[in-house]
């Protein structure tokens, strides 16, 4: 009776032990725990040959993608927020949750004003409308799925399901535009998770969110109209000579050889025209959790000649800015059983523990 008893205890504490070690995890992305489903890897510090063979570095750009938000007192949480946005589409091979979200980015000029910093970020998985007859380019639909991340406490590793982003340095000034990259993790608040379908078109849409120092007042679309320099945060751009392996092939068109630039360096692509527009974020009763996401003034967007690539003025060799832009990005996924299949194999431990101990 004594031997089965100490069975059956170590069996329930290695059991605890499995099922206690799922929200322990934490690192960028989570060890064990994510898979990757979509990838477009920053354009960082890309070599491209040009016409004449001399070899060029590009490192990309950043379009801006900030919102603001106004107040009269010092700590009150504004009620709107009004910028602009950029957005993506994508599509993989998984129905799955999106549960975390790494991107790229810059700040204009370098700059971030120490009383406005970006502590926030909108993150919005929206529907796909397609080019058609009254549209003459495919954008961003009903948000699906969004939600508010915040600045994660410096120095603490992400937290599961937390909804907390967190900001690495990793590279600095450009020659082109000065402005240094960094790389963004968020992990997605808890059971906001995106349930995305396989072989869907999607959009996703990351604006950085800004709280203005009360008395400061510019247009919301215009932060350069400021006498005062204010934070402008920008999401980079894709390195188009990488293939994503991950997206759907069952999409069309798809992950795709759009032509080449310079000497024989291909442009992937994948579907359509990333986006700008004109976003208000509006706070509802579940605060930051599930905000009010407008959109209008839409616009597709090109690569930048001299900054993403070469300026050639070529018709075999067309500059880099007659191609359709893509931004940087990664989805990952949940790799490990969860909480209930873990529970349903500690059971099953336990059972087998305790028919040992009765027999023996």
């Known amino acids: 009776m004594r031997s089965t008893f100490y069975g059956l205890a170590t069996a329930l504490t290695l059991a605890f032990t499995l099922v206690q070690s799922l929200p322990q995890a934490a690192a960028d992305p989570l060890p064990g725990r994510d898979l990757l489903k979509f990838t477009q890897k920053p354009m960082i510090n890309t070599l491209i040959p040009d016409v004449n063979g001399t070899v060029n570095t590009y490192m990309g750009h950043d379009e801006l993608s900030t919102a603001y938000g106004f107040t009269q007192q010092p700590g009150q949480i504004p009620s709107v927020y009004q910028g602009k946005f950029m957005a993506d589409d994508f599509a993989d091979n998984l129905t799955s949750p999106v549960v975390h979200v790494k991107w790229w980015g810059s700040y204009k000029n370098d700059f971030i004003d120490p009383q406005m910093p970006v502590n926030k970020f909108l993150i919005s998985f929206e529907s796909d409308i397609p080019q058609g007859p009254n549209t003459p380019f495919s954008r961003p639909g009903t948000p699906l799925l969004n939600q508010v991340v915040q600045r994660n406490p410096a120095g603490n590793p992400l937290a599961p ?200």
Request: charged fraction near 15%.
């Open 161 to 360: 399901t937390s909804g907390t982003f967190a900001e690495k340095l990793i590279r600095g000034p450009d020659p082109i535009l000065g402005e240094s990259l960094y790389e963004y993790n968020a992990e997605l608040h808890l059971n906001l998770d995106f349930p995305e379908k396989k072989d869907t078109v999607y959009w996703l849409k990351i604006v950085a969110m800004v709280d203005v120092v009360p008395g400061l007042s510019f247009p919301a679309g215009n932060p350069n109209a400021s006498l005062t320099p204010v934070t402008q945060w920008g999401w980079h751009n894709r390195d188009y000579t990488q293939q994503n392996p991950l997206a759907s092939p069952n999409v069309s068109p798809g992950e795709t050889v759009v032509g080449q630039v310079g000497i024989g360096t291909p442009v992937w692509h994948f579907q359509d025209d990333s986006v700008a527009g004109d976003v208000r974020i509006l706070p509802t009763t579940a605060g930051y959790l599930s905000p009010q996401v407008d959109q209008q003034n839409m616009l597709p967007q090109k690569y930048v000649d001299l900054a993403d690539g070469p300026a050639n003025n070529n018709a075999a060799y067309p500059p880099i800015s007659t191609f359709s832009k893509d931004l940087a990005f990664e989805l990952y996924t949940v790799n490990v059983p969860e909480p209930t299949s873990v529970a349903l194999l500690a059971c099953g431990m336990i059972a087998i523990a305790w028919r040992r101990q009765s027999i023996t």
